[in-house]
């Protein structure tokens, strides 16, 4: 996690410093890899740091909470929220299917069917069914480019009778069939900072959020960054402005001149001219057409953080198909019963 700072704030742009703390502390809750449990300064602490009202910050802190990111703890101050733990749900498959179980036995001896012929006779129907429930997952992302490379990212961690559709945020925002596929949907998955405006906007618990962290060409490309350039950071949403410097210091601690505005800003060409190297941030890649010949110009991309995947996701998965099994076994238990007795019977 990169340190929050006065520096971090910059009151001379046309953006509102409560905009631009609320920017820094989401982004720095949602991709700064801090632990679960962490508590966030003081709102006199911060504010003093930063040098701004103390009412600002904690209007920050409220909309922070009301977002999911942080927690409020009476006399305590904030703490960022305990990351979601991977859930074992109450429906094990030997309490659900064990009643079944012991009728299948006992029709089985009344029939003479040994207990291994019945276990074969299983064996063998198993072999004509697809062993794998497939869940229809979406994945909600802001801009449709990254979003599909996220999506290639996190798809190894699916099945293969799994399925993963790309809606953007902005589709959402109008009740439309985005809104009814998220909804019938096994689970939604989108940025851990977003999980709650997903949730709100598709009235539905289906929600996971995940932790993405900067990605690994990313982290490369700004420590190869000549430490006597002038940089320009550039984010495509205002509320972000104020983590780009920080996040640019983080890999590239040895440069300096860093110039932070954003892709519509009026100043942008001139900006661009002056600087010997741009980055930018998903969303803004149209500036790529305003820089100058040889100047060097990447995108700050993120990627899904593999902690995440393998601790949150993977056992949400699993735990959303045990459940899918067991409410199958519940609809169709009946018709399997009937269907082995009718082989039961024919055996004998």
Known sequence: MFPIDASSIDKSLPVPVGTQLHGLLSYTLAFGGMKDGTKLPSVRQLAADLGIAPMTVSQVYQ???????VEMRHGLGAFTVPGRPAHVGDHQPINVLRDDIEAIIGRAEALGVSTMG?????NAQSQLRRPTIGLNTIFVCIFEGPGRDYVEQIRPCLSVNDTMQLVTLESLRQDGPQRQACRAADLVITFAH??????????QENVLGLRFLPSQATRQSLAGLDPRARVAAVTHFQEYIAIMRPSVREFAPH??????TWSSADDLREVLSSCDAVIYASGADHITDLVRPG???????????????ENIFAPHLADL?????AQGSKRGGKEEMARLSTRLTAAS
Do not use: K
């Open 295 to 309: 100047v060097r110009c990447f995108e700050y991309r993120h990627a899904p953080d593999p902690g995440a995947l």
């Open 118 to 122: 019945l276990i074969s006779m299983i």
């Open 194 to 203: 977003r999980e709650a405006e997903v949730r709100s906007m598709i009235g």
């Open 63 to 69: 909309q922070l909470r009301d977002e999911g990111l």
């Open 321 to 325: 198909r045990q459940q899918r099994v």
């Open 255 to 260: 440069v300096s001149d860093i110039i932070v």
